[in-house]
DNA sequence: TATGAATGAGTATTCATTCAT
DNA sequence: GATGAATGAATACTCATTCAT
């Protein structure tokens, strides 16, 4: 019984989250109310606040939803994908992620460069490291070359700045158009990333 | 004469900047008023709007200002400390600008993860390239051995990524404490730097 | 059967008033809501509405309530205490509730001015004046000089005045300050209340 | 110059408190709003802002304003009306007092057991003492056979005592009905001040 | 009886912007 | 140029109340 209402929770919970994903692309976060997200979800103002604290709130349940989502696409491509050098299953990962925004720049407007690694593990540790894309991740991508010379921690943290790296360089290239073209600027990004990971 | 008004315009719009600064710093860009930067400045509301059209246009040349600053320091000191190899000069430039984020941590969290040469590129179009620092760095920091291997476009890209990525990973680890302290993501961006400069 | 269940109500509304009591106590009627009171009488929301219309229903009831708790206890001790002269008596009863009030600005802030005499009284006309409290007043404290001055209306009117008097007074000099101390203001009252026993 | 502007400013906090006053006394205080205050007094909502912190700094200086008039009003009538006896003039006061309540039982209702001496007080002090009403009062009233019995906060205290008592009785039988008509309860009223100040 | 999710009208409050002085 | 009173649209947020379960 209780089921049931717990499965209509949470889909009015995802109502909220589509509907703000879809105004937030739309018109941005600051231009949308909070009113207009709930108008749209179909649910009354005050429903909103049984799901979010406030704005914020969901913004970051959203952020993390889609860096998350965005995360799971690129491993499965990868996956799907696999090649024998561990460099080039890390481009491969990159690239998916890059090639994402690049189609979708309404998105990475939205995440800014916010896009990242430490949403993820946020949840990582909320969830007591039980999600399995992570565990995905950390046995796939981690047990490699990488794992002789450094700890896990290490690995994760190098993983991390690339991440980081390629988020960020993909906001001022695609967004902002700085300093130069994405076509131009992922050769760039590709040779570090081999280097590194030599 | 229109020296003397143009000078005294200068200093109320700096009054103005460093007003809306300290505020910033103190209680965050959304919670700060134009009504309470105008305050502090200790000009009329109204006056405000015959410097900036509004709080984001302030917030832009706030941010330039505080970048421009941070970068002209990092270069003076990597002058002042030259070495021969090109890359410890990266490092050196690099290293002063992790410092001063890891003691200025509200300026970080007031840049977020925009401090970035895009700010000062822009200015420097606006200057017609005239900017004396960027003159001074492009000269120094790039008549390397980076010369031979690329054009001057590619090598600005390089150091961009550079920058871009410090930025972005000391508001990650300083601010957000993630996914590690900042003494142990350091000798990992170091070693990046090195890697990828070689 | 039906007993059980009575007791059963009679407990869940005491819980309910008792919750509301706490929190009238801790951050005031106006800012305490329904949800909160159920929610600390662990109760569900609707189920307040079993038992209370509204928020001033409830705040009536324990008005009632407290203000009836304050004269029983101050009867009871002056019946312990009982001395010949019959203003002495009053004053006895009037001092108890001061020196109440004094240790209870809690109960004296929630009661405000509103410490009387005719919150008993409409409760007395409700069980048609078969309150055992009431009829021990009226039978101790009235059976006195007055008696062969007045009929009982009248007597009770001056009783209270008496009370009104203290409670407003008590509120204004231990919850206002003002016009000064209720060290000071207790001889005055005292004086007052002889004078007009006699 | 500027003192159009503050005569403009003191009309227009004028017109809000007597937009208020009459709203307050239609409807209540609570059912009030904000908006409709600024709407009867012609001005913008924000408008309100400027002038009061809130509806309850409102409530503050709209029951100040109120009370402080009333007891001008008194007063001046007693003065026109002047008896040899001390206790005869107080109990004029106190009279015009009760019969204005009487007569605006509105007025009554908002002001609840809230009128007193304390309000004045405390505009008093603020001012340094230097309301000519409390001047005038001070001289006339204390200036009296009391004046030989005690000190002039003691007088004081003691006419607070009349006046509060007054303005809870009132309230109570005048609006509560409690706990008899208000003509059954001024002699008895007379009766205590007579015996108090002999 | 009891629940608590859902409602949505209602309200306070903010603040960028204008404009008469 | 400078002022700051006035504006009023915009928005977040609350909470009493209902009703399907």
Redesign the interface.
């Known amino acids: 019984m209780g089921e049931r209402i717990d499965q209509k929770k949470e889909i009015k919970k995802n109502n909220l989250l589509n509907a703000a994903q879809t105004l937030f692309l739309e018109k941005g976060v600051s231009k949308t109310s909070i009113s207009e997200i709930a108008e749209r979800a179909s649910v009354a103002k005050g429903t909103f606040y049984l799901y979010f604290d406030d704005k914020d709130d969901l913004l970051q349940q959203l952020l993390y939803r889609i860096s998350h989502d965005i995360i799971r696409q690129a491993f499965d491509y990868t996956e799907r994908n696999l090649k024998p050098e561990f460099e080039e299953n890390v481009i491969t990962f990159a690239d998916w992620i890059i090639v994402y925004f690049t189609e979708h720049t309404d998105m990475l407007r939205l995440i800014?460069?916010?896009f990242?690694?430490?949403l993820i593990?946020?949840s990582l540790s909320a969830n007591g490291g039980s999600d399995p894309l992570w565990h995905a991740i950390a046995g796939r991508l981690l047990a490699t070359p990488l794992a002789s010379v450094s700890n896990a921690?290490?690995r994760?943290?190098?993983l991390?700045?690339v991440v980081?790296?390629c988020?960020?360089?993909c906001y001022?290239s695609i967004i902002?158009h700085?300093?130069?073209t994405i076509d131009?600027?992922k050769p760039?990004?590709y040779?570090?990333i081999r280097?590194?990971l030599?």
Chains 1, 2, 3, 4 share one sequence.
């Open positions: 800014k460069r916010n990242s690694w430490p593990e946020r921690q290490e994760f943290n190098l991390f700045i980081e790296m988020g960020s360089v001022s902002e700085r300093p130069d131009h600027m760039l990004l040779t570090f280097k590194v030599r």
